[in-house]
C-alpha cells in the first residue's frame, strides 16, 4: 500500500513538474464574433497543446484597450512566446515594447503588427494575392477583354485599421483599374479610392449599409450592378443583405473570402460568386512549427523577407497560399478535406 502512494505521489509530481516545465503560448486574438477567428483560435490552441505547450488563448471583442491588456497580461503571466491577431494593426505598441524589453518574441497571426520593432516574425496567407484572385474572377465572369460591355461595378473593402485590407484591395483593383480607365468597367457611384471603400472592423451591418445607399442613390432606375467586389464574405455578406433588400435587376457577381459558413451557403444559393478559401489549419500548423523553432533555437521557417515592411521594420514572413473556391470546387476543398461537414452547409 504505501509503494502505491509513493508511486501515486512520484506520479503527481512529475506531472506537475512537467506542466511547470510547458513553455507558455499567449495567443491573441481580435474577437469571437467572426467564424474565422473562433476556428483560428481553436485551430491553434488544439495543436499547441499537442505540442506539449501551456496555453493562454484570449479574444479581444473587437475591442483595442480588451487586446492591449489581455496581451499585457499573458507578458505579465510570463508567456514564452506571443501570437497576435492585431484588431488595429498599430494599437499594440506598448505590449510590444514590453515583451521586447522581457525578450519574449511575437508571431504576427494574420494581420502584421505595425509601427513596432517588437514583431519577430509574420504569418499569413499571401493577401495581395488574395485581391488578384478576386480581380481575375471578376475580369474572367465578365469576360472583360472580349466582351463589349461597358459593366457597372461596384467596391466594397476592409477595415482601414487591419493592414491586410490594403493589400486586398490593391491586389483586386492592379487587375480592375486597367478596365475602369480604359471604360469598360464604370463604377456609377464614383467610390473608387480605399478611404471611400472601406469597411471599418469589417462589419456586414456596415458594408450592408453603405450598400444599401448606393442602389437606392445610383441603381433605382433599372440600372444593373454587374459585378460587387467584396474583399471578404463578411462584407460579401452585407452586401447580399443589401441587394436582397433594395434591388431589382440581375444579380451581380459578388467576392468574398475565408469560405465563411453563411458565404458557402450563398455560394450555393447563387449569391455569392466565390470565395477564396484561406485553410486556418494551415496558418495554425505553420505557426506552431514557427513557435518550435523559436524555442528550439532553431531557424524559423520564412518565405519572403521584403513585402511586409511595419513602418519601423521589415518583418520576415511565412505566406500561405490562399485557394480560389466556388460552387465548383466547395465540396472537395472544404467538405472532403474535413473542414466543414455537409450537415453544416444545410
Ligand atoms: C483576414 C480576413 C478576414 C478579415 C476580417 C483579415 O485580416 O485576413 O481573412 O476576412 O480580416 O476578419
Known amino acids: ?17 512537467t506542466a511547470a516545465l510547458a513553455e507558455k503560448v499567449g495567443v491573441s486574438m481580435p474577437t469571437k464574433d467572426l467564424q474565422r477567428w473562433n476556428q483560428d483560435g481553436a485551430n491553434m490552441e488544439a495543436m499547441l497543446t499537442e505540442a506539449g505547450y501551456e496555453v493562454d488563448l484570449q479574444f479581444a471583442s473587437n475591442d483595442v484597450k480588451t487586446q492591449l491588456d489581455q496581451v499585457e497580461n499573458m507578458i505579465a503571466e510570463g508567456a514564452d512566446v506571443l501570437v497576435i491577431s492585431a484588431i488595429e494593426g498599430s494599437s499594440l505598441g506598448e505590449a510590444l515594447a514590453m515583451a521586447k524589453d522581457e525578450g519574449i518574441p511575437v508571431i504576427a497571426y494574420d494581420r502584421l503588427l505595425m509601427d513596432s520593432d517588437g514583431v519577430s516574425y509574420y504569418a499569413t496567407f ?21 466582351a463589349e460591355g461597358p459593366f457597372n461595378l461596384e467596391i466594397t473593402a476592409g477595415d482601414p485599421g487591419d493592414n491586410n485590407a490594403r493589400y486586398f484591395y490593391q491586389g483586386a483593383m492592379d487587375v480592375l483599374n486597367p478596365y475602369i480607365e480604359a471604360g469598360k468597367l464604370v463604377v456609377i457611384s464614383g467610390q473608387t479610392a ?27 432606375n433599372g440600372e444593373n450592378v454587374d ?43 447563387g449569391k455569392q460568386s466565390m470565395s477564396v478559401f484561406k485553410d486556418t489549419r494551415t496558418l495554425a500548423a505553420q505557426v506552431v512549427k514557427m513557435v518550435g523553432q523559436i524555442l528550439n533555437g532553431e531557424e524559423v521557417d520564412v518565405n519572403d523577407t521584403e513585402t511586409y515592411n511595419n513602418n519601423v521594420i521589415t518583418v520576415p514572413s511565412f505566406l500561405c497560399e490562399p485557394v480560389f473556391a466556388d460552387i465548383n470546387n466547395y465540396t472537395e476543398l472544404l467538405i472532403d478535406s474535413g473542414y466543414y461537414t455537409e450537415d453544416q452547409l444545410q
Do not use: H
Request: glycine content about 4%; overall charge negative; charged content about 15%.
Open 1 to 17: 500500500m504505501k509503494k502505491i502512494l509513493a508511486l501515486i505521489v512520484c506520479a503527481m509530481l512529475l506531472l506537475s513538474c
Open 126 to 146: 499571401d493577401n495581395y494575392m488574395v485581391g488578384t484572385v478576386q480581380g481575375n474572377f471578376v475580369k474572367d465572369a465578365l469576360d472583360l477583354d472580349n
Open 194 to 220: 480605399f478611404d471611400d471603400v472601406a469597411t471599418p472592423t469589417w462589419a456586414s451591418e456596415v458594408a450592408q449599409n453603405r450598400a444599401e445607399n448606393i442602389l437606392s442613390s445610383f441603381y433605382a
Open 227 to 269: 459585378a460587387w467586389l467584396c474583399s471578404n464574405d463578411s462584407t460579401a455578406q452585407g452586401v447580399v443583405a443589401a441587394l436582397d433588400a433594395n434591388y431589382n435587376g440581375e444579380w451581380p457577381i459578388v467576392t468574398g473570402q475565408d469560405c465563411d459558413i453563411v458565404s458557402v451557403k450563398n455560394m450555393i444559393a
